[in-house]
C-alpha cells in the first residue's frame, strides 16, 4: 500500500480554477515513480469514475467530460501527481481521489464544490 494525501479541493463559482495534488510521502521514489497514477471522482449517489491517468513516462488520457479543461501532470521528484482543473461546472462538483495504480492505493479523497 502506498499512503496518498490529496489536497486542494474547495468551493468555487462556475468557470473557476482548482489545483489538487496528491503526495506520497511516506513511500520511496522506486515504488512510487513507476506506476501509472489517476484521479477519479464521485459525487452523491454515483460511482467512482475516472477524470484523468497519467503514465510513468507522462502519457496521459482523460474521460471525454473533462477533455480541455483538466490536465493531469507528474512531478517524480516530488513524488507527485497534479489535477489542474479549470472551466469548472456544477457537474465536476465531487469528491476526488488519487489513486496509485500498481499498488491499488487511494487516498482520502478531496471535496470539490462548485457554485452554478
Known amino acids: 500500500q502506498v499512503y496518498l494525501v490529496e489536497s486542494g479541493g474547495g468551493s468555487v463559482q462556475a468557470g473557476g480554477s482548482l489545483r489538487l495534488s496528491c503526495k506520497a510521502p511516506?513511500?520511496?521514489?522506486?515504488?512510487?515513480?513507476?506506476?501509472?497514477m489517476a484521479w477519479y471522482r464521485q459525487a452523491p449517489g454515483k460511482q467512482r469514475d475516472l477524470v484523468a491517468q497519467?503514465?510513468?513516462?507522462?502519457?496521459?488520457n482523460y474521460a471525454d467530460s473533462v477533455k480541455g479543461r483538466f490536465t493531469i501532470s507528474r512531478d517524480n521528484s516530488r513524488k507527485t501527481v497534479y489535477l489542474q482543473m479549470n472551466s469548472l461546472l456544477p457537474e465536476d462538483t465531487a469528491v476526488y481521489y488519487c489513486?496509485?495504480?500498481?499498488?491499488?492505493?487511494w487516498g482520502q479523497g478531496t471535496q470539490v464544490t462548485v457554485q452554478g
Open positions: 511516506r513511500t520511496i521514489t522506486s515504488v512510487f515513480n513507476p506506476s501509472p
Open positions: 497519467i503514465t510513468n513516462d507522462g502519457r496521459t
Open positions: 489513486h496509485h495504480i500498481e499498488t491499488r492505493s
